[in-house]
């Protein structure tokens, strides 16, 4: 299968690489070399390519960050998927595509709320979950359309090499700066009576490779593990591995109200039969070692 991976470098993008490698496919990959806002350079890919499916992971990513760079996460997120629509519709319409969209297109829900599911409204809370929202939305137009499009809404997901704008590799880091003697033994944090729904990258790169397959309907699968955490257990498992014992303090600036957000893929389970596989812990030890090795390296 001739296979074309936007953001192919990326924190999904390096995993996913190889193991479509594994599988025999020919995967062209595109990061920084092809700017999705370019609609005539992403046409000019596509036709190029003759892609049999399109991973669309091409994003800024971060939550936090959206509120200080809005403008540019909505012509990223946005205007780049519509980018990849377009050319996916002129240059090679039998395609599938993979829309990786975000659990956080569903907002947050009060403490106690039932996990998402597919049915949920999507009620975006932050630039980034606008600028997802409304590409996963123009992703539904095209499918209506005639192309093939798998709307792929993700929940938390980490390992080794996140980047530390996410909880868990933020913790981690800081974990591994003090261990190092890089910074005071304070640890900076948020709300950790926050809930999510945290699984393995490589949970989630199984489950594109599952949505892949033209057996498995087009249409929006979540990719969760329907538990949620609280942050402070993601934090209190990382020390559990960590050498040192920091003091815990909060940063007014990460606070968030306390909220809820997990998802059920019951429906992605149902039709293709993957789940979780990965413990959390770990996961969690291979990204404290990531970044111990990272801040030694440094």
Do not use: C
């Not at 992403?42 to 990513?61: C, F, G, M, N, Y």
């Not at 009576?193 to 929006?220: H, K, Q, S, T």
Request: proline residues 6%; hydrophobic residues 50%; charged residues 25%.
């Amino acid at each position: 299968m001739r296979i074309l991976v936007t953001g192919a470098s990326g924190f999904v993008g390096s995993r996913l690489l190889p193991r479509l490698a594994a599988q025999g496919a020919s995967v062209l990959a595109t990061d920084t070399d092809l700017d999705v806002r370019d609609a005539a350079a992403v046409r000019a890919a596509v036709k190029e390519a003759r892609p049999e499916a399109l991973i669309h992971l091409a994003a800024l990513s971060s939550v936090a960050g959206s509120f200080e760079v809005a403008e540019a996460v909505a012509q990223v997120n946005f205007l780049g998927t519509h980018s990849v629509l377009a050319a996916l519709e002129a240059a090679a319409p039998r395609a599938r595509l993979l829309l990786v969209s975000s659990g956080q297109v569903y907002g947050s829900a009060p403490p106690g709320a039932a996990p998402f599911d597919e049915r949920a409204p999507l009620r975006p809370g932050s630039p980034y979950a606008w600028s997802k929202a409304a590409a996963d939305l123009l992703g539904r137009t095209f499918a209506e359309r005639g192309l093939d499009v798998v709307r792929v809404r993700p929940f938390n997901h980490t390992g080794p090499g996140q980047s530390e704008a996410f909880v868990a590799a933020s913790f981690a880091r800081q974990i591994a700066e003090i261990e190092a003697g890089r910074r005071p033994a304070r640890l900076a944090v948020g709300n950790l009576d926050a809930v999510r729904d945290f699984l393995d990258v490589e949970d989630v790169v199984a489950a594109y490779l599952r949505l892949l397959d033209r057996a498995v309907p087009a249409g929006i699968y979540n990719v969760a593990s329907g538990r949620g955490r609280r942050v402070r257990e993601i934090l209190e498992r990382l020390l559990k591995l960590a050498r040192v014992r920091p003091e815990i303090e909060v940063d007014p600036l990460r606070f968030r109200p306390t909220d809820v957000s997990v998802g059920d893929a019951s429906r992605l389970r149902g039709v293709s039969g993957w789940q979780p596989a990965i413990d959390l812990d770990d996961t969690l030890a291979r990204l404290l070692d990531d970044w111990r090795a990272r801040i030694n390296a440094a």
